[in-house]
């Protein structure tokens, strides 16, 4: 075994730097501040719990030097992201909740549900990598009813909070993602169809769990492709005035519905400049309550809603763990059960549901026998024939049930039959769609 230069002088070599935004070593957290009135940068170290200070260089185990990011970074002095200056007593839970509260509701007109989930989820941010599973909100509606306003005022308050719009080219957005993490704050998420909006899919449905990076193909300097892993794991709070069409996307969504009531009249039209000095006080509280309760937060399985489907639990449940008003959390379960409910319905609308509802009335006619694929037919034109503009094939019915249910028909004494043995698939199917 040979020694290295350093080993035989005597030398140590120097700890690489790191710029570094946070970072997470055992049990210390590393954040950075940013101070707007001189200029500078800092990383606030927390070893145990509230106890912290502000240093230019904290060097880790594996022998790394965290540095914070330079003050001249554009994103930083620009302010596309928010950041501490530094931690202030954040109070306890309650109070904080509170203050922000009256912060949102001074400057935002939201209906009084969506605001305690708004409230809840700028607190989420702070504390999201604690948890294994995230939901995303949504403002939707026209324009001039208050999506960027009720934006600008949530994601001033957020961890990170990253400030981009549809007009943002999409590379930038996978970069700081992956390189700062934190909040995407993102306006006219309306995107054309396109490659940005492809690229932009692929963040929302893959940035609801760690773990579950966006590929993109890079060059490096000798003109080799590349392919790159992208984190995009973090909360997200989006505006629109549509849906997408991916309906898997759309469930992980809580979304309100912006201007459908009169604007109250005690929102200001114009906010106000002392609106940026409230929001960095309260960042600065945020800060301290991370540093305090990071290590404690674990998701309360009590938050669980039976008899809803497991992507709404998804969606929902870290929100939830972090919800103590008991009032609160029932209102914000029973608005996932009726939402819940509106998605059944959907389904019970569409054309595959149409035919499973007439597939289930096929099968409740028998006693324990194989359904005729012409049964079906028959019951399925009996409700929808006009409605379609005439009967409707047994062979229609039969790809329907192969390529819209996934069932599988087979010939039975010279007929087409659906077989007893799917039974259980359908079962399941049913319950899904609501028939």
Same mark, same amino acid.
């Given at each position: 075994?040979?020694?290295?230069?350093?080993?035989?002088?005597?030398?140590?070599?120097?700890?690489?730097?790191?710029?570094?935004?946070?970072? %997470?070593?055992?049990?210390?957290?590393?954040?950075?501040?940013?101070?707007?009135?001189?200029?500078?940068?800092? #990383?606030?170290?927390?070893?145990?719990?509230?106890?912290?200070?502000?240093?230019?260089?904290?060097? %880790? @185990?594996?022998?790394?030097?965290?540095?914070?990011?330079?003050?001249?970074?554009?994103?930083?002095?620009?302010?596309?992201?928010?950041?501490?200056?530094?931690?202030?007593? +954040?109070?306890?839970?309650?109070? &904080?909740?509170?203050? %922000?509260? +009256?912060?949102?509701?001074?400057?935002?007109? #939201?209906?009084?549900?969506?605001?305690?989930?708004?409230?809840?989820?700028?607190?989420?941010?702070?504390?999201?990598?604690?948890?294994?599973?995230?939901?995303?909100?949504?403002?939707?509606?026209?324009?001039?009813?208050?999506?960027?306003?009720?934006?600008?005022?949530?994601?001033?308050?957020?961890?990170?909070?990253?400030?981009?719009?549809?007009?943002?080219? !999409?590379?930038? %957005?996978?970069?700081?993602?992956?390189?700062?993490?934190?909040?995407?704050?993102?306006?006219? /998420?309306?995107?054309?169809?396109?490659?940005?909006? *492809?690229?932009?899919?692929?963040?929302?449905?893959?940035?609801?769990?760690?773990?579950?990076?966006?590929?993109?193909?890079?060059?490096?300097?000798?003109?080799?492709?590349?392919?790159?892993?992208?984190?995009?794991?973090?909360?997200?709070?989006?505006?629109?005035?549509?849906?997408?069409?991916?309906?898997?996307?759309?469930?992980?969504?809580?979304?309100?519905?912006?201007?459908?009531?009169?604007?109250?009249?005690?929102?200001?039209?114009?906010?106000?400049?002392?609106?940026?000095? @409230?929001?960095?006080?309260?960042?600065?509280?945020?800060?301290?309550?991370?540093?305090?309760?990071?290590?404690?937060?674990?998701?309360? *399985?009590?938050? &669980?809603?039976?008899?809803?489907?497991?992507?709404?639990?998804?969606?929902?449940?870290? #929100?939830?763990?972090?919800?103590?008003?008991?009032?609160?959390?029932?209102?914000?379960? /029973?608005?996932?059960?009726?939402?819940? *409910?509106?998605?059944?319905? @959907?389904?019970?609308?569409?054309? @595959?549901?149409?035919? &499973?509802?007439?597939? !289930?009335?096929?099968? /409740? *006619?028998?006693?324990?026998?194989?359904?005729?694929?012409?049964?079906?037919?028959?019951?399925?034109?009996?409700?929808?024939?006009?409605?379609?503009?005439?009967?409707?094939?047994?062979?229609?019915?039969?790809?329907?049930?192969?390529?819209?249910?996934?069932?599988?028909?087979?010939?039975?004494?010279?007929?087409?039959?659906?077989?007893?043995?799917?039974?259980?698939?359908?079962?399941?199917?049913?319950?899904?769609?609501?028939?």
């Amino acid at each position: 075994m040979t020694a290295t230069d350093g080993e035989r002088t005597g030398k140590r070599h120097p700890a690489r730097n790191t710029p570094t935004i946070s970072r %997470i070593c055992g049990r210390t957290l590393a954040e950075l501040v940013y101070d707007r009135e001189t200029k500078k940068t800092g #990383l606030v170290i927390s070893h145990t719990r509230s106890l912290w200070n502000i240093e230019q260089e904290f060097q %880790i @185990e594996t022998g790394e030097m965290l540095v914070p990011y330079s003050p001249n970074n554009n994103l930083i002095a620009n302010e596309c992201i928010v950041f501490p200056s530094k931690p202030e007593i +954040s109070g306890d839970k309650r109070e &904080l909740l509170a203050d %922000i509260q +009256s912060f949102v509701h001074r400057y935002v007109d #939201l209906s009084p549900l969506f605001e305690q989930i708004a409230v809840h989820y700028i607190l989420l941010t702070w504390l999201h990598d604690a948890f294994s599973e995230l939901g995303y909100l949504r403002l939707r509606g026209d324009y001039g009813t208050g999506k960027t306003r009720a934006l600008t005022v949530l994601g001033s308050l957020c961890y990170k909070g990253f400030f981009a719009s549809g007009a943002s080219t !999409v590379s930038p %957005i996978f970069h700081v993602l992956d390189s700062m993490g934190g909040t995407l704050i993102f306006d006219e /998420a309306d995107l054309p169809f396109s490659d940005a909006r *492809a690229e932009m899919v692929k963040v929302f449905n893959n940035g609801t769990m760690p773990g579950m990076p966006v590929l993109r193909t890079m060059m490096n300097r000798h003109k080799e492709f590349n392919p790159q892993a992208f984190k995009v794991y973090g909360p997200k709070i989006i505006a629109m005035r549509g849906s997408f069409e991916d309906r898997a996307l759309e469930s992980r969504f809580l979304t309100e519905e912006t201007g459908t009531r009169p604007l109250r009249d005690d929102v200001p039209l114009f906010l106000p400049p002392s609106m940026k000095a @409230e929001a960095l006080s309260l960042r600065n509280r945020l800060l301290h309550f991370r540093l305090c309760n990071f290590f404690d937060i674990n998701t309360d *399985a009590t938050a &669980l809603i039976e008899g809803i489907e497991p992507r709404l639990n998804q969606t929902a449940l870290s #929100l939830l763990s972090l919800v103590d008003d008991a009032d609160v959390r029932s209102a914000i379960q /029973a608005a996932l059960v009726e939402e819940n *409910a509106n998605t059944l319905s @959907e389904r019970r609308e569409t054309l @595959e549901g149409a035919v &499973l509802a007439s597939v !289930v009335e096929a099968f /409740a *006619a028998t006693d324990g026998e194989n359904v005729p694929i012409r049964d079906i037919a028959e019951r399925f034109n009996a409700t929808h024939r006009v409605e379609y503009g005439g009967p409707v094939s047994n062979r229609w019915i039969g790809n329907m049930l192969r390529k819209g249910l996934r069932l599988t028909p087979h010939k039975s004494n010279g007929i087409y039959v659906v077989p007893i043995s799917e039974k259980s698939k359908i079962d399941v199917l049913a319950k899904r769609m609501g028939v």
